[in-house]
């Protein structure tokens, strides 16, 4: 699972280090009920979809990534049950990232979400790391900006329900 507010990075990420078919992105899943990734209205319907998704996934035994903002602790804790229910151990990709990073990085993308929007988004993240050790994840990772672009990622063992 990654957690992260807009442009920090999390789906850069998950594109250079993982393949396109275990990402499970809420975006993806907006756009495919939609047509828009951008699609607000339909957020509860894409969620819907992106943890069916990810259960199928999980249910025939392969690596799945949660491309998400995961700014609240109930939906972290969602797919940390998902995960369990599977036989997965969960781990969670914190992409600790200054606000002003965020704000850059955001203003350079071809969607743009808007300023004040992205600082709610902040405050959120900021809520988020001081309970994410309360969550239960099996495994937490802190990305920062120095780390972001150099982490090598090892997985170890993905079980094989097949």
């Known amino acids: 699972m990654l957690c992260g507010p807009a442009g920090c990075g999390k789906s850069t990420f998950a594109a250079r ?8 992105s809420s975006d993806d899943c907006r756009a495919r009920l939609s047509d828009d990734p951008t699609d607000q209205r339909v957020s509860e319907h894409a ?8 259960k199928k996934r999980l249910l025939i035994g392969r690596l799945t990534v949660a491309d998400a903002m ?3 602790s109930e939906y972290r804790r969602r797919l940390i ?7 997965f151990n969960a781990a969670l990709l914190v992409f600790d990232i200054s606000l002003e990073t965020c704000l850059a990085r955001n203003a350079a993308r071809s969607r743009v979400v808007p300023e004040e929007i992205l ?5 959120m993240f900021e809520n988020a790391r001081r309970s994410i050790d309360r969550d ?10 120095a780390s972001q672009g150099s982490v090598k990622l090892e997985i170890r063992s993905v079980r094989d329900a097949f």
């Not at 280090?17 to 499970?24: A, C, G, K, S």
């Open 81 to 87: 049950r998902i995960a369990r229910w599977y036989g």
């Open 47 to 54: 969620f819907e979809l992106m943890h069916f998704v990810i």
């Open 70 to 72: 995961h700014l609240e």
């Open 17 to 24: 280090h993982f393949l396109p078919t275990q990402i499970v």
């Open 119 to 123: 600082l709610r988004q902040y405050a």
């Open 136 to 145: 239960g994840f099996d495994y937490t990772f802190v990305l920062d900006e």
